[in-house]
């Protein structure tokens, strides 16, 4: 009799029909906690888990809806690349916009809209991370300007929440003057008394980061969101030191003064309603549309007496 033989068992091939009981998509694992949580009671979360408080990547139109009080405009919808490069890596950089295009239903990396936020009037530009990896090209660019410009000739507040991988290289040299395109608009925005607050969430790098998301008036960013312009790994062999721990994160970056604010997701809108008002923007916008609404009112109360 063999004391220490182990009884062989057949291998069994892992049993699939277990994991296709739950139907997909209905529950989600939390990656921070594990918790499994209930995909209805996550997006009522705005995407943040109710136990850990983890951030999950949400969509460009998810966030306008999170921080708009309703309906909003939008603008510069079809504006699409032209592939002025006709580039292709390991596949054709048109191919690669059309898979944009079907996973997200957006022409490109970034929606642009007006709508009031707690009341006041802004523009708003969300951008996309499931199209081509949030990544900026000529159009994004693009979009961006003409969302600063609108909001000068409007004199309106810009909020830009930026969701980004960096420039996009299948646009060259003309992604990169992206940056100083927007970043001039910027100036411009500036110099016009009116303020622009950059969210920043998971990921902000590269172009984007050494662009505008690092120029606003107030710098805020999501909880451990990933800020920085080159990768970890690049950094460590340029400079052959150790990096040290969360470096990149939110926190880190606020430790070390890079941002203003780290904030929960749920606190956001909030957030920057009162950070607006504090900037006076609330009078400035507000009043050209309190003279409107006197003046409308004032045949109403002459009528009345
Ligand atoms: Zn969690």
């Not at 009522?44 to 405009?73: Q, Y």
């Amino acid at each position: 009799m063999a004391w220490f033989k182990k009884t062989r068992k057949p291998m069994v091939a892992p049993a699939k029909e277990k994991a296709s009981r739950v139907p997909e998509g209905l529950w989600v694992k939390c990656p921070d906690c594990s918790q499994a949580i209930y995909n209805k009671d996550l997006a009522t979360n705005l995407g943040v888990c109710p136990k850990c408080a983890h951030h999950f990547r949400i969509s460009a139109a998810e966030r306008l809806r999170m921080l708009f009080d309703g309906e909003w405009i939008e603008y510069d919808k079809d504006l699409t690349s032209t592939d002025p490069l006709l580039f292709t890596d390991t596949k054709p950089y048109r191919a690669r916009l059309k898979a944009g295009v079907e996973e997200t239903g957006l022409k490109d990396a970034v929606i642009v809209a007006s709508g009031a936020i707690d009341g006041i009037d802004t523009i708003l530009a969300a951008m996309e991370y499931a199209f081509i990896g949030g990544s900026m090209g000529v159009v994004v660019g693009e979009k961006i300007t003409r969302a600063i410009e609108m909001a000068i000739d409007g004199r309106k507040p810009v909020i830009i929440v930026s969701c980004s991988g960096g420039a996009r290289m299948m646009e060259g040299a003309l992604s990169l003057m992206q940056m100083a395109k927007v970043s001039a608009a910027l100036a411009r925005l500036d110099r016009e008394r009116l303020p622009f607050i950059s969210v920043l969430t998971d990921p902000t790098t590269g172009g984007v980061t050494a662009s505008f998301a690092m120029l606003g008036d107030l710098n805020i960013a999501e909880p451990k969101a990933l800020i920085g312009f080159a990768g970890p790994r690049v950094i460590e062999q340029t400079i052959r030191q150790k990096l040290p721990d969360g470096f990149q994160r939110s926190e880190f970056l606020l430790e070390h003064g890079m941002l203003d604010l780290v904030i929960d997701r749920r606190e956001i809108k909030g957030t920057i309603a009162r950070a607006l008002r504090f900037m006076g923007t609330d009078a400035a916008v507000a009043a050209p549309v309190a003279v409107a609404t006197t003046t409308a009112a004032t045949p109403v109360l002459t009528q009345d007496t």
